[in-house]
Nanobody
Framework: QVQLVESGGGLVQPGGSLRLSCAAS????????MGWYRQAPGKQRELVAA???????NYADSVKARFAISRDNAKNMVYLQMNSLKPEDTAVYYC?????WGSGPQFRYWGQGTQVTVSS
């Protein structure tokens, strides 16, 4: 069974930093895109950042220049460094990964989410 486990969320003051980590379980599959989404109360889940296996990245406009996504392919891990945090960054952050077994179809898996609260 594939599992994604996030860590690193918490309470931080405006202007502070947090680093989220996500570990995908090992298996006989390849991982293409890994990413982070977030969902604030009463809002839809939105893409924060994504990274391909070759290192190409994509960011939501609202986090560009403040957040940085990275991954360690050998460890099946993805990270999100969040700097200059704002109250509007408060949300549950979800890790996701697109997996494929051999040449078969791709499947998206999600972590359980980690709460990030930005407040003074």
């Amino acid at each position: 069974q594939v599992q994604l486990v996030e860590s690193g969320g918490g309470l931080v003051q405006p202007g502070g930093s947090l680093r989220l980590s996500c570990a995908a379980s090992r298996g006989d599959f390849s991982i293409n895109i890994m990413g982070w989404y977030r969902q604030a109360p009463g809002k839809q889940r939105e893409l924060v950042a994504a990274i391909t296996s070759s290192g190409s990245t994509n960011y939501a406009d609202s986090v560009k220049a403040r957040f940085a996504i990275s991954r360690d392919n050998a460890k099946n891990m993805v990270y999100l460094q969040m700097n200059s945090l704002k109250p509007e960054d408060t949300a549950v952050y979800y890790c996701n990964a697109d997996l494929r077994w051999g040449s078969g179809p791709q499947f998206r898996y999600w972590g359980q989410g980690t709460q990030v609260t930005v407040s003074s």
